[in-house]
């Protein structure tokens, strides 16, 4: 940690004597400190933690200026002062981008130098100013920081992108479009899913969604666990309590119930869920698991009641079944033979291949050759081995195995 030896700047003066104060305070107890003077005390120390943010970006500006860290081979001040201070790198960066946004913005960097207004609320101004033209900043960085008297940093964000009403009220609407489009293809372009199964009957995610999709979202689940929606699927007295908890409820409800006729083909296959399950388990004279066409695994009970509600195609083994085999009467597998194939392949039948998802199925003997559209001549293969499988480049050999082993011919 770089230490002031003897502090010459009356900066490097000041920021010892604060290290001085708080350190004199370090351990004293709070608790003879009445209701008027806690809160006035909380709120003085707010505006000086405003103070003191503006003072350390003015700070780590210069330092930026001065190269500092450079003869430690640091490529910037803010890596240096990450390095330092422990802290992430993103957060010193911001810092200095802090410091010369300020640089620009004087009026914003008197008022959080005075404590008048927060680093979110200094931040906010800065980027809803810097995007107008430069002939109106002053005038619409003024309005900013007196909103800032009454406003926080998220309504401030909301006032900032409809600034033109105050500067130009005839450009506000036109204004407002333009900035509402770019964010909006911003937004697209940003949408992010992910989600992983931990193993124990459990899938986490995250996602980033525009605005408009979150509304939607929300209003959907909102509608779901409304009481009255509640009281007419479940009977009186069973209510969701408002919380992450019902939403998440809500949100499997609205994943069970989606209307996969309006989904695309997956595979050839609306991509509706396929369960296996015995005709015992189905029928509740044993409990055994019930098996999806995903490779998971579910309770039979949950297997029991999605048969019954949710969009999934029942398989139930030793039960009544469809004829399979339509001989050469069709070339291309029907929809339940594709079904069958799949359950029964668990997946892409390639050698080395984990695909599960969106299956082709292919004739093991070429419809072209004699080969018949059965489930015995039909193999599942994910897109690209179906693919590869047609490419004469590459010479194809079943195993004994089962799977299908790929060798590029010489």
């Known amino acids: 940690m770089t230490a002031i030896a003897a502090p010459r700047h009356r900066v490097s003066v000041a920021t010892a004597r604060v290290h001085q104060e708080l350190d004199a305070v370090a351990g004293a107890s709070v608790w003879s400190m009445d209701e008027s003077e ?9 505006r000086a933690e405003a103070k003191l943010a503006e003072l350390k970006a003015r700070v780590a500006a210069h330092a930026d200026d001065l190269h500092v860290g450079q003869e430690v081979a640091a490529s910037s001040a803010a890596n240096w002062l990450a390095h330092q201070t422990q802290q992430t790198r993103a957060e010193t960066y911001r810092t200095v981008r802090l410091g010369h946004d300020l ?19 200094a931040r906010v101004i800065v980027q809803a100013v810097d995007r107008l033209p430069a002939d109106v900043q002053p005038r619409a960085e003024q309005h900013l920081l007196a909103e800032a008297a009454h406003h926080d940093a998220k309504a401030l964000r909301i006032l900032g992108k409809r600034l033109y009403e105050v500067i130009d009220p005839d450009a506000a609407d036109a204004d407002e479009a333009a900035v509402l489009a770019r964010e909006e293809a911003s937004a697209m372009n940003a949408c992010r899913l992910t989600m992983h199964d931990d193993g124990h009957g459990q899938t986490h995610g995250r996602f980033t969604i525009p605005t408009f999709h979150g509304a939607a979202l929300r209003k959907m689940l909102a509608a779901i666990t409304a009481p009255k929606h509640q009281r007419a699927t479940h009977g009186a007295g069973v209510e969701w309590v408002p919380g992450p908890e019902a939403m998440g409820q809500a949100f499997c409800a ?11 083909k997956l595979g050839g296959l609306t991509a509706t869920l396929v ?19 995903t490779g998971d695994r579910i309770s039979p009970g949950a297997a029991r009641r999605l048969l019954c509600e949710a969009g999934v195609v029942p398989v139930v083994l030793g039960g009544d079944s469809v004829p399979i085999d339509v001989g050469r009467e069709r070339r291309f597998h029907p929809k339940y033979q594709r079904i069958a194939i799949t359950v029964r392949d668990q997946g892409c039948r390639a050698e080395g291949c984990d695909r599960k998802l969106g299956l082709h ?3 093991g003997t070429r419809w072209v050759d004699g080969g018949k559209t059965t489930v015995d001549q039909g193999i599942a293969l994910c897109p690209w081995h179906h693919a590869r499988i047609h490419d ?3 010479e194809a050999r079943m195993q004994p195995s089962g799977k299908v082993a790929f060798h590029r011919r010489t």
Do not use: K, M, N, W
């Open 38 to 46: 806690t809160a006035a005390t909380l709120v003085a120390l707010d």
């Open 103 to 121: 640089e620009q913005h004087p009026l914003t960097r008197t008022a959080l130098a005075a404590g008048r207004v927060c680093v979110d609320q």
């Open 254 to 264: 609205l994943i069970e119930r989606f209307p996969v006729a309006q989904l695309p």
């Open 275 to 293: 369960v296996t399950i015995t005709e015992d388990s189905l029928l509740g004279r044993v409990e055994r698991a019930g098996l999806l066409d």
């Open 361 to 363: 199925t292919h004739h």
């Open 392 to 394: 004469t480049t590459y």
